[in-house]
């Protein structure tokens, strides 16, 4: 059993940063596969970005590459986004996941927390 939670939400303008962070409980964590996904309001939830247990792979979705960067920290069995130059279309709720194996696919996740708002004004 994994539990998950979110942190570093919040609102910024078109060109800004925010760190999200994502504390899972667990002595399991290292063995799990992270992920983010955001969900925008009347939109399905979509990926954003993995990492693999070892942190040592990640991938992005086309949308956010070059601009987010995902990392964990499995000494402190936490995984990070960090997004950079966001803009007003990456407002969405934020929700991190954890999985068994590498997926891009929200349905193949096992755990997620319950998310965080992030808000990118024009």
């Known amino acids: 059993q994994v539990q998950l939670v979110e942190s570093g939400g919040g609102l910024v303008q078109a060109g800004g940063s925010l760190r999200l962070s994502c504390a899972a409980s667990g002595r399991t964590f290292s063995s799990y596969a992270m992920g983010w996904f955001r969900q925008a309001p009347g939109k399905e939830r979509e990926f954003v970005a993995l990492v693999t247990w070892s942190g040592g792979s990640t991938d992005y979705a086309d949308s956010v590459k070059g601009r987010f960067t995902i990392s964990r920290d499995n000494a402190k069995n936490t995984v990070y986004l960090q997004m950079n130059s966001l803009k007003p279309e990456d407002t969405a709720v934020y929700y991190c996941?954890?999985?068994?194996?590498?997926?891009?696919?929200?349905?193949?996740?096992?755990?997620w927390g319950q998310g965080t708002q992030v808000t990118v004004s024009s």
């Open positions: 996941a954890a999985a068994k194996g590498v997926s891009y696919y929200y349905v193949e996740y096992d755990y």
